[in-house]
């Protein structure tokens, strides 16, 4: 549910950056949410009103009036949803006291927060993300979003792609990628 970076299961972005990690280059406090995301679904019986809420959405042809609607409700109904207070509690203890950077892995920044629960309600808006209009068509006919990993990590004020430890990290992974860093760390690992 809720690891630091090293005792996180190894899968893609996080696997990357344990794997940096180990090899001694410098990686962000990261937190990894995995199973948080689906928990806080079923808690709030979230499957069940969002089949609803897009019913007659996608039949013969997409009705784009309803689509907007639907996605704008589910956005709605995420925000509004609520994580157990021992799981937001768990989460705030986890993180550092730093400005914090909320994402999914393998994808761009969400959101840089000034705090641990501000961190928390970006949480939320990054998981509510998932319906947005552009991102429910790109997995149509698929409704339910797919499990990925969200991260926390403590970040400085900038993050820049570094080409000089982009190469040594692709020595280290094997394969060619691009590292973002910020305040000297590795944030990001991309292709």
């Given at each position: 549910?809720?690891?630091?970076?090293?005792?996180?299961?190894?899968?893609?972005e996080v696997g990357q950056l344990q794997r940096l990690k180990a090899a001694g280059v410098a990686v962000a406090d990261t937190t990894v949410l995995l199973g948080l995301e689906t928990e806080f679904y079923q808690l709030g019986n979230l499957a069940e009103q969002l089949n609803r809420t897009f019913a007659g959405v996608f039949g013969a042809r997409l009705d784009e009036e309803k689509l907007e609607a639907a996605s704008t409700?589910?956005?709605?109904?995420?925000r509004e949803s609520y994580m157990l207070p021992e799981r937001s509690d768990a989460v705030k203890a986890?993180?550092?006291?730093?400005?914090?950077l909320v994402r999914y892995a393998a994808e761009p920044?969400?959101?840089?927060?000034?705090?641990?629960?501000e961190a928390l309600w970006a949480l939320k808006r990054l998981w509510a993300s998932r319906w947005q209009v552009d991102a429910v068509l790109d997995r149509a006919p698929e409704l339910a979003p797919?499990?990925?990993?969200s991260l926390i990590q403590a970040v400085g004020n900038g993050?820049?792609?570094?080409?000089?430890?982009?190469?040594?990290?692709?020595?280290?992974?094997?394969?060619?990628?691009r590292v973002?860093?910020?305040s000297g760390q590795v944030v990001r690992v991309g292709g």
């Open positions: 549910m809720i690891f630091s970076l090293e005792k996180a299961p190894t899968l893609g409700q589910a956005e709605k109904l995420l986890a993180l550092p006291s730093r400005q914090l920044p969400f959101s840089l927060e000034v705090g641990k629960q797919p499990e990925v990993p993050l820049d792609l570094d080409d000089a430890l982009s190469e040594r990290a692709s020595q280290i992974l094997g394969e060619a990628v973002w860093v910020s």
